[in-house]
């Protein structure tokens, strides 16, 4: 139930109530346009995301240990009953370093669409106006030049000022650049924490393929044995 306090301030309410500066509400299409592109945008790259950070420190012990180090360090600090600090999530530097390696081998969203709206040349090309193409991650993440040894899952890459500009981009960059980074990070984190914070994690399928279904997808599910500390 919503309190006084809260009505009116989720999203579907501001769409509805909005006005463009002609004092016209968006139509009932752009409004499940963008409610649609939103779950989309936000589910199956956050999905995808910790589904991959689960993969690598089911498959990784060294990698596993030293973030659960850094999660019980959290962990010891506070209460049974309490919640997650912002402090508390800045303090995940080494879980963090884990998750941007994740998504630099594995990136959720893989590529985007771009059209130009106006004709411009660049580098000695022109662009006309209508030109539909789409930008990818592949062309840097992979790339010896930028990732040393780029098949290794080295966390040690985000250590330092880390990647050069542009070079590690699964949210994008520039002027559309995923606006819920760092949300992202949030749930990333708070995920890796209570996880790992429980559980010591074992593969099932210790092979398992990944395909690209617009996103990557481990092809059996990623079934994975949770074994509770301490037992
Ligand atoms: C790990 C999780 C996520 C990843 C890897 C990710 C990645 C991306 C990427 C690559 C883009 C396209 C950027 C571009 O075109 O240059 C994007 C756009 C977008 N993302 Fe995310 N995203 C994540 C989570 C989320 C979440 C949780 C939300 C919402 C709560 C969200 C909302 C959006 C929206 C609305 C856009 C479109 C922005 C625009 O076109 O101006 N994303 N995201």
């Known amino acids: 139930m919503q309190s006084n306090e809260t009505a009116g301030r989720d999203?579907?309410?501001?769409?509805?109530?909005?006005?463009?500066?002609?004092?016209?509400?968006?139509s009932e299409m752009e409004i499940s346009n963008n409610i649609i592109g939103l779950l989309v945008a936000s589910y199956e790259t956050t999905s995808t995301a910790v589904t991959f950070v689960l993969k690598h420190l089911a498959e990784l012990p060294r990698i596993y240990n030293e973030?659960?180090?850094?999660?019980m360090a959290i962990a010891k600090t506070k209460g049974p009953n309490d919640l997650l600090s912002w402090e508390?999530?800045?303090?995940?530097?080494?879980?963090w370093n884990v998750?941007?390696?994740?998504?630099?081998?594995?990136?959720?969203?893989?590529e985007a669409f771009r059209e130009s709206v106006t004709d411009f040349t660049y580098a000695g090309f022109t662009i006309p106006k209508g030109w539909k193409t789409f930008w990818t991650v592949h062309t840097t993440h992979k790339n010896p030049k930028y990732f040393p040894?780029?098949?290794?899952?080295?966390?040690?890459?985000?250590?330092?000022?880390?990647?050069?500009?542009?070079t590690f981009v699964p949210f994008g960059g520039g002027p559309r650049m995923c606006p819920a980074k760092e949300y992202a990070r949030l749930e990333v984190l708070a995920?890796?924490?209570?996880?790992v914070r429980s559980f010591k994690l074992e593969k099932l399928i210790p092979d398992e393929k990944t395909v690209i279904h617009s996103s990557p997808v481990p092809?059996?599910?990623?079934?994975?044995?949770?074994?509770?500390?301490?037992?």
């Open 67 to 71: 973030v659960y180090r850094e999660m």
């Open 219 to 231: 092809v059996k599910g990623l079934p994975v044995c949770l074994q509770p500390h301490g037992n």
């Open 11 to 26: 999203l579907l309410s501001r769409m509805l109530l909005v006005t463009d500066e002609d004092g016209q509400f968006m």
């Open 88 to 95: 508390d999530i800045e303090k995940m530097k080494y879980s």
């Open 149 to 166: 040894d780029p098949e290794k899952f080295d966390p040690s890459r985000f250590e330092g000022s880390g990647p050069a500009p542009y």
């Open 99 to 110: 998750a941007r390696e994740s998504l630099r081998v594995t990136p959720p969203a893989q």
């Open 191 to 195: 995920f890796m924490y209570n996880v």
